[in-house]
């Protein structure tokens, strides 16, 4: 599909995840062409586990990809913490969750990355300021 860095973000893990997410066929298309790893951070790996808590093996199934090496988790929150503070002020309107700000993030840091997401906030965000994000999603 594509050589760049692709940053996962919570909405397509949760509908991979769920088979009746009406993004299922979406996310499952999506993956299938994608080289692993996929890039996180740990607080879309949290607001997954949370959102699929109730769902047969649904917190298992998604620790193991990170076990098997098809997610990685590179960021460390406490070392992007001034960057993130003021991400999250900037976007306080929308308001921007803080595994949204750790993504817009990993899109600076990482070069020709794109983050594979539901959200439209994404099409809003801006990494360095003014630059825009790429985004893989469904139209």
């Not at 913490?81 to 993504?103: F, N, R, T």
Request: hydrophobic share 40%; net charge positive.
């Amino acid at each position: 599909m594509t050589d760049r860095k692709i940053i996962l973000d919570t909405g397509p893990l949760v509908a991979f995840l769920n088979k009746k997410d009406r993004h299922h066929e979406w996310a499952k298309t999506q993956f299938a062409t994608m080289s692993p790893p996929l890039l996180t951070c740990e607080a879309v790996l949290s607001e997954a586990c949370y959102l699929v808590r109730n769902f047969k093996n649904g917190v298992v199934t998604a620790l193991k990809l990170l076990e098997r090496d098809l997610i990685s988790i590179p960021f460390r929150l406490q070392d992007e913490l001034s960057a993130i503070k003021l991400l999250l002020d900037k976007y306080q309107d929308l308001p921007m969750s803080l595994a949204d700000g750790c993504l817009v993030r990993m899109s600076e840091q990482i070069s020709d990355s794109v983050i594979f997401t539901l959200d439209r906030d994404f099409e809003i965000y801006r990494k360095d300021k003014r630059k825009v994000i790429p985004v893989i999603m469904p139209r």
